[in-house]
């Protein structure tokens, strides 16, 4: 008589992998490894070690529950999954729409998916993703800078493909995937040269978490572009604003009450500028762009409305998912390729020549 915890064996290279290999694996029971894979309706609870040896041993085995990798590589699916970090946040948000524009045109249905920045939950949904069928995935939100989670996304996107599935990365994950690749280091050198063209030498940052690709790309353009410049960047001029408005105005002011003498600041994405004006302006009381020059990053539907208007690194955030989505249309190739995208600088009024 069939275990009734088991389920239906998922093919790999090599042959089938069944629950029971899992639990093997993890040094669990059968019934351990299926609560921990499946959750449990009873009082039974698998504690959060041993569910996670489980989840690491169903990765690296490759195993997929209820869903045979021959059923998914004769799959039709329709459905196209897309991660983000965060919905709310105006540039993945545009970065879906670009996505879901071109799905619409060609009857995908995307499903979206928010990690709030966890790496866990991102290869959770990519296991998911592929445990439905779905026939491609879109990982938008930033890498993590972080080897050991790389190791295990990359095991995870290999056996996705394995399966017959497409993986499409928006900007540096470190994988062997397709990828779209923002300009996201000669963007930060466009924002700093513009700022030294207009005289200013004395430079703050807002970043923001360092573990994000994203954040240490931006940061590292910046700062190869000051040391080429013959700009000192002291370390205390760099402040984490967390991506958000409101971490970013704290920011602000903490920069500006190390360094009262700064004229200049180079914000990693529009959402701080937004916190970073409210903080030079409302409760710091300097004059932007008179005293102190700001510039973003993204061109955010938002940036021209801010008081002053924003100066930022525009980045065609709606044709990325676009060109995602054109990617997953045509489908994996032998190679994985990469798409660069071009920024450009939008000069409006919070930059202007440093005071004398």
């Given amino acids: 008589m069939p275990n009734p915890t088991s389920d239906p064996p998922a093919t790999r290279p090599g042959g089938p992998v069944t629950l029971q290999q899992v639990a093997e694996r993890a040094g669990v029971s059968s019934a ?46 329709t459905v196209v999954g897309v991660v983000v970090h965060d919905v709310a946040d105006p540039y993945f948000a545009a970065i879906a729409a670009g996505a879901m524009g071109v799905a619409r045109e060609h009857g995908l249905l995307v499903m979206l998916a928010a990690t709030f920045r966890d790496p866990e939950l991102e290869l959770d949904y990519l296991a998911r993703l592929r ?139 529009d959402v701080m500028a937004a916190g970073v004006l409210a903080a030079l302006r409302d409760d710091l009381g300097l004059r932007v762009p008179e005293r102190i020059s700001v510039v973003g990053f993204d061109d955010l539907p938002f940036a021209a409305d801010l008081n002053p208007p924003l100066t930022t690194i525009r980045l065609p955030l709606a044709d990325i998912g676009a060109r995602a989505m054109d990617m997953i249309l045509t ?21 202007t020549t440093a005071p004398r």
């Fill in 32 to 77: 351990t490894a299926s609560r921990a894979l499946h959750g449990s309706s009873g009082t039974r609870i698998v504690g959060e070690e041993l569910r996670r040896r489980v989840l690491d041993a169903a990765r690296e085995l490759r195993y997929v529950s209820n869903a045979p990798a021959q059923a998914l590589a004769r799959s039709t699916t």
């Fill in 131 to 269: 445990a439905q069928r779905a026939r491609a995935v879109v990982l938008a939100g930033s890498g993590f800078a972080d080897h050991e989670f790389t190791r295990r996304l990359a095991a995870e996107v290999d056996a996705y493909r394995a399966d017959g599935g497409h993986v499409v990365a928006v900007g540096a994950h470190g994988i062997a995937s397709d990828t779209v690749r923002p300009a996201n280091r000669p963007g930060a050198a466009l924002a700093v040269r513009h700022l030294y063209d207009l005289g200013h030498r004395n430079f703050g940052i807002v970043s923001g978490p360092r573990a994000l690709t994203t954040v240490r790309d931006r940061l590292d353009g910046a700062r190869r572009q000051l040391r080429s410049l013959g700009v000192a960047l002291p370390a205390a001029q760099v402040i984490d604003g967390g991506f958000t408005r409101e971490q970013a105005r704290v920011a602000a002011r903490t920069l500006v009450t190390r360094a009262p003498e700064l004229t200049a600041i180079v914000v990693l994405n």
């Fill in 331 to 351: 489908g994996p190739t032998i190679e994985p390729r990469t798409l660069d995208l071009d920024t450009e600088l939008v000069v409006r009024s919070s930059t």
